[in-house]
């Protein structure tokens, strides 16, 4: 049975390059950790680093982590909002700042370790190139591995799971879909890393999502981690779960469960023109439907049409499914 | 109450350009009608031209008609599958084609009418261009104008549809979208000329169908046919209808009840793999539960959500309508 | 001959979602006019609402302006930058708002005209929806027209230009495409009303941006205004022209000449990496490869290829070309 | 210095799904050598398996071979145009089918060593599923390892090399992407089995190319073989290469190089409305001016230019290199 939680920000305000003050007021961290309980069935909290999570705030988070009773799920390095990392982090053609990108994440890591965590969700946002001839690809994948490794190595204990994305902040991402990012994993080769899904991310780069769970349980069981919004495929329109597609979800949660997956399931959205928190909790509310709708399917039927993968008996199955017709 | 009707071909077999010889085996012209009249609900259908429909067999296709009881819906000339139309037919650079298209055109018109039909659904997809540098795209667009002009003055009580599509078979074809084809439609300016949505291409185009539908409603009440499949957003993968999406298919189908559309829905798919009849089953079955869906809206609530455009009550709402919760 | 000119806020700073704080340093208005200043051949400058000219700096401006000998291309309001603007300007569900997009487009027109201006490009980036029953398509495109035609009257002499783009910071805007502007466009009727072609944005709109120069001029000699830049074909990346693609920029720049446009081709760009002036400065380098490559174009040898349309002709021309052989 | 081939059937007449019937005339095998043989610079050529070469023409095959002296370069094994392997070859529901699949390969890989060839590119085009809930995905993978490790150990002195393609014949392909395919490269670890690049499959990936062949070369050293064509970006259109885009080819022929590639270089195409010679030979002329920049580039330059990435500057070198200004 999956666990829900939400990245803490999801619930606060939103920028984009065109409106840089916000389509809404900020909250302080008290009122985002409050609007993050007050989603039903939302037992855990993911920070990001520098924005939500540092040296100096440590003991505030800690309090209301306590106060709320919420489970630290994983903090999220900040690799792609600090100027420095603006050029690349584990990848930058400055060595001093690859440096600084593995030396920044142990931090992170022993923070979350003292917080109760085990997870460190890293998102190489700005680990990629733009323009033609600009990246030195075999190196800069090197590289990449490196400063991984150096993370994994530091304390085992810690699990570090890569999410992976096609473009934005980069045009070009270096981990830019599940198997590429599966085959660095498969290269550095430690128990403690592995991946986290994005489900949007995925979309974009053109997966079935559950193709995308089903490929990393059957190399290595390196699903480590999921972050669910929605859209509508040619970008990271980090939208509510479920107000875009249907099927593709009930598949989703469907192969979670038939791969055994037992971490937990983020919300990870930007709600620009929405009340975040409520725009949360409509994706929680989401994931009940498609979870409950998994629990009702009957396992010889749908044995049965993975047999023959008659395409009309599965459009009639899931008709019944979803609508009782 | 919108009329459901498959066209002819849907119901046989298929072909691509890796497997020439057909996924499956051929059927009959009698065959064909008995496999559409099968599907409950359903009471019209479309022939394309040569294809299914000609001077030749026209006594064969009547009494088709006549013993299944069915509706001719539409005929769609054959503009897309003789060799003379590889490079343009309303838009060949050579006049001679050009007035072949139109003549073509009106030998469908005079068959269409004499077995009880209205509405002549043109589909232009070799009118377009492949390379930069091809197309003389003011010339040709004109030349699309004055031949579907000389097509709608022909006859003025048969209605005229152009049916739109992004590309395939042409890189770029001409009627590319929803506003690039009604814009053609403005500029001729004829009361029996009006526009097929072809639900798949419209997505390929990066519409959302439902603002189509109330944008042909805007500008002249210029709906005037509907063809029915699904794909994945990038190409026209003509599969089963509500196979892949279900939320826009809703919207979709309350903007066509909103705006009065009270012609044919038809399917219109490549089910290669799958048995034609039981797909097109599929898609007419999705269709019920979608209008049905559409029935149960409540006008006041509906009304409210679009005075605030509030996409969590939106969300909320749409769980509610789908699945009670 | 084209006039070259830059988006005054291309050499200054960037920001997007993760990257708040922005990759560069800022730079002052009078830091920013000499940069522009500084690229060679550019002898205009656009200027944006509220980001760089208000009724308050309009005196700095007006300085800048004559110091640097800049023309004053055009104003592009802030429609997009503004929390009340968040979920739309012109077509805000609340009529107040509606209200001030007018009023506060007024406002750029009697500066723009003051200032020696003759144009305002509207981008209206808020006016569309993001979620599936959320835009009230018909009434919201009534009030689009609207509020633009009310704009258009307030000074005739002003020429107003609707920049389109399919999506972003929407996920569906009304002013989606060449010809989903155009059409409206048509409805309001107005001679000082025309289109702003965004290279990158035509782009993402699935267009060939060469034939919606075309389609412009075919329906009303509509084109008014011309941004540029370049991208992968998803997204506006908003890069360096011609960083990307080759040969649709000849064809570009090949029927901006064939159909008499003379107004200005302005970068618009988003170097969050790069020195802004620098890509400036390349973008503009590149119109002069493509514009001098047209100018030796065969009128002969191109009238013959548009006769036959065949590709491999074309293909041995443009390398002839391009690089002559 | 790479080596340039063609596809036999690259020469010849091309249907798609709406013209059955071809957009050409048909060509005999040996005129369809002689077209090949008159493309200047062109000393190999490839087969399809059924389509050009089978155990019956085996005879009259080899005497075209001598009588042209073109080298036989690869056997495509025919995975793609036999109804049996419709809903997929080496991952077919039916273990008969896949073990057909298996035993069609030998066969295949025993008339090409006797031809003097040492490669087989398998193109799994149906190995892949169209719905949600269809692909029992592990399983499915799964066995194409099986399968395609039973045809590397056949003859381990003949390479076997997997063309990746995301989708189209199936909407998803197993073999998606250059990473997807690796991957199963990696899991069945065999020295003669490697990979196929065709340029416009990993286009519609999304992939860089230039990055997929140092991936390649990263992971193994296992770019095996390449296609080449162009296209849009959305959609495998086949197209002649160099039509489109001129730059990314450049870096991609400067990734060939730089990684030591030693096979050849095929056109890959279907040129439905151009004659098939010559969209191949004009493939070929822009291969020679990709190449002869390539060689062009100053290793000290370019090294530079790698170790900061600034785009300002990469934009000026390649303007230098492409146009002398």
């Known amino acids: 049975m999956a666990k829900h939680s939400i990245i803490l920000g999801n619930v606060g305000n939103f920028t984009d390059r065109f409106m840089g003050v916000g389509y809404q007021r900020d909250y302080t961290l008290e009122e985002m950790f409050d609007r993050v309980k007050s989603v039903k069935g939302v037992t855990g909290v993911e920070l990001v680093g520098n924005w939500h999570i540092n040296e100096r705030n440590f003991k505030q988070v800690k309090k209301n982590l306590e106060r709320t009773e919420l489970s630290l799920v994983s903090i999220i390095p900040d690799h792609f909002g600090i100027p420095e990392y603006g050029k690349g982090a584990f990848t930058s053609k400055d060595p001093k700042i690859r440096e ?58 810690c699990k570090i799971s890569i999410e992976y994305k096609p473009k934005e902040p980069r045009n070009f991402s270096y981990a830019s879909n599940v198997t590429s ?61 479920g107000s875009i597609h249907t099927i593709p979800f009930i598949e989703f949660f469907y192969w979670l469960k038939k791969t055994g997956y037992e971490g937990y399931i983020s919300t990870d959205q930007y709600p620009y023109r929405e009340d975040g928190r409520d725009a949360c909790n409509e994706s929680v509310r989401w994931f009940d439907v498609f979870e409950s709708m998994v629990d009702r399917i009957d396992e010889q039927k749908i044995t049965a049409l993975y047999e023959t993968g008659n395409a009309c008996d599965i459009s009639a199955f899931l008709r019944d499914l979803m609508f009782g017709r």
């Open 181 to 241: 990012t599966l085959l660095m994993v498969q290269q550095i080769n430690l128990s403690n890393l592995g991946v986290t899904i994005d489900y949007g991310h995925g979309s974009v780069a053109g997966e079935n999502l559950a193709e995308s769970v089903a490929i990393l349980k059957k190399y290595g069981n390196k699903l480590f981690h999921v972050h669910m919004n929605d859209n509508y495929g040619s970008w990271d329109d980090d939208m509510i779960t």
């Open 100 to 157: 600084k990108a593995v030396s920044d994440t142990k931090v992170m890591i022993d923070i979350a370790v003292e917080l109760g965590g085990d997870l460190i969700s890293l998102w190489p946002g700005q680990d990629g190139y733009d323009y033609f001839f600009q990246g030195n690809y075999i190196d800069e994948r090197g590289w990449f591995e490196e400063g991984v490794r150096a993370c994994c190595t530091y304390r085992p204990s």
